[in-house]
């Protein structure tokens, strides 16, 4: 689809990460996800819309997928499964490994993770947005403090700006709120939902929170009395 003029499609991807069965549906996220497992189905049902928004918008959809085989792991990996007791998810050739509620169509690209969190460890996912132009990522996709954060961090890092769907995330081990607070106030990330326009019509100003005072410290309007 070609770009309306003074859009910025072409310059934005939507990145889809790991929005597979073993982190999104079945035994393996049941037992995972600490929280509400129909957070989970609202997260994958609107990422999906998100997925339809930006292919009407002319957004490149970007998919990135985990593959957690045990040779794929490198000793830390193995090192932490073993003392936590947590299983392989993801197998490669597995339903758990296949993409849930959305797939990449024709064309669209994929990269895989060996066992690793940051999308930017495949090196052919950086040439390819480098390749492309492409300066600002929109995030969608699990977890939110895990794969997601990893690579909105490098993201960050490499000079991409970022924008973060919270309608199409949820995070694994902290509340999803502080997570995107976080993003925010650490990446300059732009954090809104799906359903708003400038998504896709424009590189993100960052949205700020406000900033949260210990409750030790005295308000600027106040004087610190002597002690």
Known sequence: MNTPPGRTAGRTALVVVDLQNDFCTGPVAAARYPGDPTRLATVAANTARAVEAARAHGTEVVFVRFIGDPALQGASWRRRDAAL???PKCLDGSWGAEFHAVAPEPGEAVFTKAACFDAFLNPG?????RRGGVQHLVMAGVFADVCVDSTARTAFQKGFHITVLADCTAALHLPDDAVLSFMGRVYGARVTTRDQLSVWTSLPEPTLPEPILPETAVP??????WV
């Open 125 to 129: 996912f950086e040439s390819h947005l």
């Open 85 to 87: 007791g947590k299983r």
């Open 220 to 225: 600027q309007n106040q004087e610190q009395p």
